[in-house]
C-alpha cells in the first residue's frame, strides 16, 4: 500500500472517529420529559400550602349549595312570614304601577342584602382572612360592600322593572322579551364597567415606562391588538392575589394587571400572563361569551316561568302571589334563578374554562414563556386547587387547574425546545 493511501486511510479513520466523539454528547442528552418536568414543577409546593389551597377551594364547592339553600331561606322569609305582603301593602300607597314596582325592588333587594348579609361577611372578610388573601381592614371591606349594594340597588331596581314590564306586555313570551332586555343591560354593564364601575373599587393608572410596559405593548401590536396603554391597577389594597384581565367592550376596551402580578412576579411571568391576556381580545372572547350566556340566560328564563307558574298555581294564595306580573313574587323568582344557576354551574365554568384554555394556548404562543407560564400557574395555586380529578375540574373550576396550565405549558415546551 502506497504511503498516500495508508494517510488517507488513517485520516478517514481519525475523522470517522472525531465526529463520532463530537456527536455523542448531542445523542446521549436525555429527551425532554413532559410530565416528569410537570411534577417538577407541582413539588415545589409544600405539603402545607397545598392542604391550605385544597381546602380553600373545596370549601367553595359547599359554598355553592350553601349559597343556593340561603337563598331558598330567604325566599321562605318573604314569603312564608309574610315580609313581601308587607312590602307590597307599603308600596301600595304610590300612586303609579311603575312606582310601586320601582320602590317593591329596592326594599326587596335592600333587606335581601341585610338577610344575607351574615353569609356575605364571612365568605367576603371572615374567610378571605382565615386563608391570608385578604389585605383589607373590616371598615374597608364594608364600604366597598355597601358600595356594591349601591349599584345593585340602582341598577338592579331599572332591571327589575323593565322584566315586569315586559311581563304585562308579553304575557306567556316574556322570557323572550326578557331576554333582549337582560342582554342590553349585559351589553350596557360591560361597556361602562372599566370607565365608570371599576373605578369605584380601585384606582387604574397607566403602567409607567418600563422595559416590562414595553415588552407587554410590543407583543399587543404583534398581535394586532390596537393597545397604546396598559394599566395598572392598586389591587393589593383589597388582596394578595395576583391577577390581569381585558375588560370592556368595543371603545372602551381595556388591558389592566394588578400591582400584586408586577410586583411578586418576574418580567417573564408578566410576559406569560398578558400574553393570556391579549388572547382574550384576539380571540373576541368577551363577544362571545356574551352570546353564550345570553343564550343561556334566555333558556333560564323559560324554565323559571315553567317553574314558576306551577307554585304560584299551587302555593300562590299562600303566600299572596296572584300571578307572574305581580311584583309580590319577585321573592320567588330570585330564588328559582337561584337554583337554576346552581344546577348550571357546570355548564357556565366550562364555557369559561374553555375561553382560558385557548387564552392560555394563545399566550403561549404570544409571549414564549413556558416556565414563566408555569411558576405563575404555580402562583395561583394559593387559592386554586393544584391537582383536581378530571371530573372534579370539569364540574367546579371556571379555569383550568394549576396541573392542566403547567402540563400544557411543558408540551409547549418539548414542541419548541432548541428554537432561538
Known amino acids: 500500500m502506497s504511503a498516500l493511501l495508508k494517510f488517507l486511510l488513517v485520516f478517514l479513520l481519525l475523522a470517522t472517529a472525531g465526529l463520532a466523539q463530537a456527536q455523542a454528547p448531542a445523542t446521549a442528552q436525555p429527551a425532554f420529559n413532559v410530565e416528569a418536568a410537570t411534577q417538577a414543577y407541582l413539588n415545589t409546593l409544600t405539603p402545607a400550602q397545598k392542604a391550605s389551597s385544597d381546602a380553600y377551594f373545596e370549601g367553595g364547592y359547599w359554598l355553592l349549595l350553601i349559597n343556593m339553600l340561603y337563598a331558598v331561606g330567604i325566599a321562605a ?51 378571605e382572612h382565615q386563608y391570608g388573601l385578604s389585605n383589607q381592614s373590616f371598615g374597608a371591606w364594608l364600604s366597598e360592600d355597601l358600595t356594591g349594594l349601591a349599584l345593585n340597588v340602582v341598577f338592579g331596581s331599572l332591571l ?24 342590553v343591560f349585559l351589553v350596557i354593564g360591560i361597556f361602562l364597567g372599566p370607565v365608570f364601575i371599576s373605578p369605584l373599587f380601585n384606582k387604574y393608572t397607566p403602567l409607567p415606562a418600563s422595559p416590562v410596559r414595553a415588552a407587554i405593548l410590543s407583543m399587543a401590536r404583534a398581535n394586532g391588538v390596537p393597545a397604546d396603554n396598559v394599566y395598572l391597577v392598586d389591587a393589593s389594597r383589597q388582596s394578595k392575589r395576583i391577577s390581569a384581565n381585558v375588560s370592556g367592550i368595543g371603545s ?52 323559571l316561568d315553567w317553574a314558576f307558574e306551577r307554585l304560584v298555581a299551587r302555593f300562590g294564595a299562600r303566600w299572596g302571589v296572584a300571578d307572574r306580573a305581580d311584583v309580590g313574587g319577585l321573592p320567588l323568582a330570585v330564588t328559582l334563578l337561584a337554583v337554576l344557576s346552581f344546577l348550571a354551574t357546570p355548564v357556565f365554568n366550562t364555557i369559561i374554562r374553555t375561553q382560558e384554555q385557548e387564552a ?61
Open 160 to 183: 327589575i322593572l323593565a322584566l315586569y314590564a315586559a311581563v304585562r306586555r308579553a304575557g306567556n313570551r316574556w322570557w323572550v322579551w326578557g331576554t333582549g332586555i337582560v342582554g
Open 252 to 303: 372602551t376596551i381595556r388591558v389592566s394587571l394588578n400591582d400584586n402580578l408586577l410586583r411578586r412576579s418576574t418580567p417573564q411571568e408578566v410576559q406569560a400572563v398578558m400574553g393570556h391576556e391579549l388572547g382574550h381580545y384576539v380571540l373576541n372572547h368577551i363577544q362571545k361569551m356574551l352570546v353564550l350566556f345570553i343564550v343561556l340566560i334566555g333558556l333560564g328564563l323559560w324554565a
Open 360 to 420: 392560555d394556548m394563545f399566550g403561549l404562543n404570544a409571549a414564549r414563556q413556558p416556565d414563566g407560564f408555569a411558576t405563575i400557574a404555580m402562583k395561583l395555586s394559593e387559592y386554586r386547587k393544584i391537582n383536581p380529578g378530571p371530573l372534579e375540574e370539569a364540574l367546579f373550576f371556571d379555569h383550568p387547574s394549576g396541573h392542566t396550565r403547567v402540563h400544557t405549558a411543558m408540551r409547549w415546551k418539548a414542541e419548541h425546545l432548541g428554537e432561538k
Open 77 to 127: 322569609v318573604f314569603l312564608g312570614l309574610g315580609l313581601s305582603r308587607r312590602i307590597k301593602a307599603l308600596t301600595e300607597r304610590l300612586p303609579r304601577r311603575f312606582l310601586r314596582t320601582l320602590a317593591y325592588a329596592a326594599l326587596y333587594l335592600l333587606l335581601a342584602w341585610v338577610l344575607s348579609f351574615p353569609l356575605t361577611v364571612y365568605e367576603g372578610y371572615f374567610r
